[in-house]
Structure formats: structure tokens, C-alpha cells
């Protein structure tokens, strides 16, 4: 079956109308403006009394290969994409790919603060001497080695492919092992560029798990559900 889509009509958009329903979900990719100065003051101001570090002995059996900064830095083309799709071709797909983000960005972000880690996998000299190695010196300067796990990597990777999921355009065969195909290799590029510890991965696939559930599977319905129910019910002891 073949899908069509149309461009979202926003043509009748005043900012006077932000609060409704029609245009609310403008106001959810500021979500990304509060987190991102979270994890600054995170990165740069928390100063924990102890870093615990992540690994694994199969972080060290597997070779740093700069060959997936490919995959690494095409995460950023990969999560803007999805997020610009959806915004102006599927808005319900918008929604849900914003709401993921948000309760696994913002569970990611607590536990950075209860419980601070870092990770000591980079090599000290590249075992090579090309552009890619060279960027990847450079990268290290400018991404600090700490607030580790979950991968972030990973869960905003999966949180495209869950979009995808999600939207009628991509429903085909070879979309799917597209979307899951580049999943997969921006997920294990962040072990091979010693960016991560397997530990990190695997705890960033339990986070879109959970998230995913939460999501797309009705888990937040439920507990909203629920939340109202004892609301009432304690509203109704006290009348």
C-alpha cells in the first residue's frame, strides 16, 4: 500500500493561538532549549563527589574504528530530520516522538545526577593517522567524558526509529530495515569511537524500552487514568 502525505497546514498560525489545540505542539521543542541547559549545568557546574565508571570487559575487545563517525555524527542529521518530518507532515507522530523524548531525556538527566558517571575508553593515541581519527581528536576536546549512561546516542536514535514506527510514510519493508539498519549502526558507532562502554548501550535500550512503552503503548494513558481516579476519590473523602 502506498502512502501519500501532505504538508500540515499551518497557514492560519498566530501566535495568539499557541495555547490551543491545533498549535500546542509548537511549544514542545522548547522542551529542548530547557534540557539542554540542564545538561550543561549538569556537565559544567555539578561536581559529584564521585564519578562511577562505566565498563565492561567487552569494551575492551572491541578496536577503536573511525569509520563510525559516519554513523556517529549522522545522529544529529538523523534525530533533526525525524523531528522536522513529523512536525510538518504528521503532527500526531510529532507529538509522541516529543513526548519520548522528553521522559527518557528527562529520566536520563535525574539519574546523571543521582548517579554520576563517566567513562575511561579513549585511546590515548589514535592507531592511525587520517581526517576521520583527526576529527575525532577534535571531538574529544569538545565532548566531555561523563554523564555517560544511558547513551543519549542511542535513546534519541531510537526514538527516530520508533517514529517511524509510528508514521504511515515510512510503514513499507525497506523503510523499516532503513530506520533500523541506521539505528543499529549509529548505536554500536558509539562503542567503536570509545564514546561509550557497552554498559551505556545496554541501558539506553532498557530507557527507549520503557519509554517506548510509556509512549506508544498507552502507559502514559494509564497512569493519568489512575492519577485522576485517586484525585477524585480523594476529593470526594474531603467534601
Known sequence: MEHTNSLVDYSGFRLSLLTTERFRHWLMPLYWIAFGLAFYLAERCFTPTRWHVMHCALDDAIPFCEWFVIPYVFWFV????????????????????MAFIMVTYSAALVLFLVFPTAQELRPAVFPRDNALCRFMGHFY?????????????????????????????????????????????????????????????????????????????????????????HLAYFQRMYE
Not at 534519541?156 to 530506520?179: E, H, L, Y
Not at 539505528?183 to 539506553?204: A, E, P, R, W, Y
Request: aromatic share 16%; glycine share 6%.
Open 78 to 97: 538523523y534525530l533533526l530530520g525525524m523531528h522536522a518530518y513529523t512536525f510538518f507532515f504528521d503532527v500526531a507522530a510529532f507529538k509522541k516522538l
Open 141 to 229: 576536546q569538545m565532548d566531555t567524558s561523563t554523564n555517560v549512561c544511558p547513551s543519549l546516542h542511542v535513546v534519541g536514535s531510537m526514538a527516530v526509529m520508533f517514529a517511524a514506527w509510528d508514521t504511515p510514510r515510512f510503514q513499507s519493508r525497506k523503510w523499516k530495515i532503513a530506520f533500523g539498519a541506521a539505528t543499529f549502526l549509529i548505536c554500536i558507532s558509539t562503542v567503536f569511537l570509545k564514546q561509550h562502554s557497552v554498559v551505556d548501550v545496554i541501558v539506553g535500550l532498557l530507557f527507549s524500552w520503557a519509554g517506548y512503552r510509556l509512549v506508544y503503548r498507552g502507559g502514559l494513558e494509564r497512569i493519568a487514568a489512575a492519577f485522576a481516579r
